[in-house]
């Protein structure tokens, strides 16, 4: 590999790691603020709790996505859709590592394994809506 080509798969890297760490560090400033303030109360959400944790993690990663294809050297929709298979792989471990700890609804690991690839592509067009 010639050291074009080595910058190219480190800003590639690079992009999905950073889009990966926005929505982490997002989601658990959030949690954190909301154990804080008492919206969450417990290690186990409720439904409406759940919902609330749904909508702002799929705002973060779309946030995170188009973060992704923003630094993407090329092909922002591609290195997007790999920050999602991240995600889902992520998400689909912690689903069944978690599944019967009773730490709320089952629907919403799930949510979080069936939102990764939608929020990517969201954040992906909009970043391709920019470039024209």
Do not use: C
Not at 53 to 60: E, G, H, S, V
């Amino acid at each position: 590999m010639n050291t074009a080509e080595t910058n190219t798969t480190g800003r590639s890297i690079w992009a999905i790691v950073a889009g990966f760490l926005v929505v982490v560090v997002l989601s658990i400033g959030t949690d954190l603020v909301l154990h804080a303030t008492h919206v969450y109360t417990g290690p186990q959400l409720n439904h409406n709790q759940s919902a609330l944790a749904t909508a702002y993690r799929t705002l973060f990663a779309i946030v995170g996505s188009y973060i992704t294809a923003r630094l993407a050297p090329h092909k922002p929709m591609k290195h997007a859709l790999i920050g999602a298979a991240v995600g889902t792989v992520i998400a689909t471990g912690g689903a069944i590592a978690t599944w019967n700890k009773d730490l709320g609804p089952h629907w919403y690991p799930v949510a979080l394994v069936l939102t990764a690839f939608p929020t990517a592509w969201i954040g992906a067009k909009v970043r391709l809506a920019q470039l024209g």
